[in-house]
T-cell receptor, first 116, second 112 residues
Framework: AQKITQTQPGMFVQEKEAVTLDCTYD???????LFWYKQPSSGEMIFLIY??????QNATEGRYSLNFQKARKSANLVISASQLGDSAMYFC?????????????FGKGTKLSVKP | EPEVTQTPSHQVTQMGQEVILRCVPI?????FYWYRQILGQKVEFLVS????????KSEIFDDQFSVERPDGSNFTLKIRSTKLEDSAMYFC??????????FGPGTRLTVT
C-alpha cells in the first residue's frame, strides 16, 4: 500500500523568503510519480509540480521546485520568494503507474501562511 | 487553456436521496478519476476509469456508488442513497499521460 506523510500541519514564512514543505512517501512500486497540489481557501486543487521516480533531475516549475531524494523516499516542495497568494493548504501525493492507471494517494497536507 | 469542469458547484440533498455529480474531463484525456475530501481532511481516491470501465476503486467506493461515461464527454458519479457521511467535496480529475493530474473545481455535496 502507498502512503504519504506530511509532518508539518502548519508553517509560517515571511513574504519573499523561501520555504520547504516536507513530504515522505512509501510505495512498493518501482515506477511512480510524486505530485504537489495547492488548495486555496476557495477549495480548488491546483496542480503545481510533478516528479517521476526515474527522473534524475529535480523538477522545477517557476518558483516551485521539488527536492527529490529517492533513497530517503522524500519529495519536499521548495517555494522560493514566497508571496501572500501562496497562503494555502499544500498536499503531496504519490501515484503509481502500474495497473492502477495513476490514481493518487494524498497526505494530510500542510497549511502555509505567508506573513507580510 | 482546457480545463476539467464540474456541475453543480454545490448540491444539497436529503438523506436517502440519489444524487448525480457531473464532470466534463479535458477532451483528449484518457483516464478519469473521482476523489472526495471531507471538510478539513485529506483528499481520498474513490475510483479510476479507463477505456469505458472501472480500472480501480477504493474501499470507500461501495455499492452505493457508480460511475458512468454516458457519452463522449461527460463522466458522472452517482450516489444511490445518500448518507450524512457522504457530505464532502467531490473532485473529478482527468489525465492523458502520467505526470499530469488536472482536477476540476469540485462539487460540494451537503446531505441533510
Amino acid at each position: 500500500a502507498q502512503k504519504i506523510t506530511q509532518t508539518q500541519p502548519g508553517m509560517f514564512v515571511q513574504e519573499k523568503e523561501a520555504v520547504t514543505l516536507d513530504c515522505t512517501y512509501d510505495t512498493s512500486d518501482q515506477s511512480y510519480g510524486l505530485f504537489w497540489y495547492k488548495q486555496p481557501s476557495s477549495g480548488e486543487m491546483i496542480f503545481l509540480i510533478y516528479q517521476g521516480s526515474y527522473d534524475e533531475q529535480n523538477a522545477t516549475e517557476g518558483r516551485y521546485s521539488l527536492n527529490f531524494q529517492k533513497a530517503r523516499k522524500s519529495a519536499n516542495l521548495v517555494i522560493s520568494a514566497s508571496q501572500l497568494g501562496d497562503s494555502a493548504m499544500y498536499f503531496c501525493a504519490v501515484g503509481n503507474y502500474g495497473g492502477s492507471q495513476g490514481n493518487l494517494i494524498f497526505g494530510k497536507g500542510t497549511k502555509l501562511s505567508v506573513k507580510p | 487553456e482546457p480545463e476539467v469542469t464540474q456541475t453543480p458547484s454545490h448540491q444539497v440533498t436529503q438523506m436517502g436521496q440519489e444524487v448525480i455529480l457531473r464532470c466534463v474531463p479535458i477532451s483528449n484525456h484518457l483516464y478519469f478519476y473521482w476523489y472526495r475530501q471531507i471538510l478539513g481532511q485529506k483528499v481520498e481516491f474513490l475510483v479510476s476509469f479507463y477505456n469505458n470501465e472501472i480500472s480501480e476503486k477504493s474501499e470507500i467506493f461501495d455499492d452505493q456508488f457508480s460511475v458512468e461515461r454516458p457519452d463522449g464527454s461527460n463522466f458522472t458519479l452517482k450516489i444511490r442513497s445518500t448518507k450524512l457521511e457522504d457530505s464532502a467535496m467531490y473532485f473529478c480529475a482527468s489525465t492523458r499521460h502520467v505526470g499530469t493530474g488536472w482536477f476540476g473545481p469540485g462539487t460540494r455535496l451537503t446531505v441533510t
